[in-house]
Nanobody, 115 residues
Framework: QVQLVESGGGLVQPGGSLRLSCATS????????MRWYRQAPGKEREFVAG????????NYAESVKDRFVISRDNAKNTVYLQMNSLKPEDTAVYYC????????WGQGTQVTVSA
């Protein structure tokens, strides 16, 4: 079955960086566009970044544009999110999924930005 396993989160100070990874299995990864999403406490899950099948096209939420970079390695069935210049408002659980998303989600990875 489809598995989405996010990792790389943690506690970081404002201005710091983190690199998230999402290892996938159970589907032909290279056939699907992928997205990162996040959910902060008490808020709806929201779109963060997307990438098409061959990495030729990426798009970002306005709140993360010019700070985050999405990438993928189709040979490793993995999508990444490089997060730079982190702000406290980036604190959330981060998830990856296909675009459009599957009904099932991984466990996510917690990112906490705090001094």
């Amino acid at each position: 079955q489809v598995q989405l396993v996010e990792s790389g989160g943690g506690l970081v100070q404002p201005g710091g960086s983190l690199r998230l990874s999402c290892a996938t299995s159970g589907f032909t990864f290279g056939f699907y566009a992928m997205r990162w999403y996040r959910q902060a406490p008490g808020k709806e899950r929201e779109f963060v970044a997307g990438i098409n099948r061959n990495s030729a096209f990426t798009n970002y939420a306005e709140s993360v544009k010019d700070r985050f970079v999405i990438s993928r390695d189709n040979a490793k069935n993995t999508v990444y999110l490089q997060m730079n210049s982190l702000k406290p408002e980036d604190t959330a659980v981060y998830y990856c999924n296909q675009n459009p998303p599957l009904s099932s989600w991984g466990q996510g990875t917690q990112v906490t930005v705090s001094a």
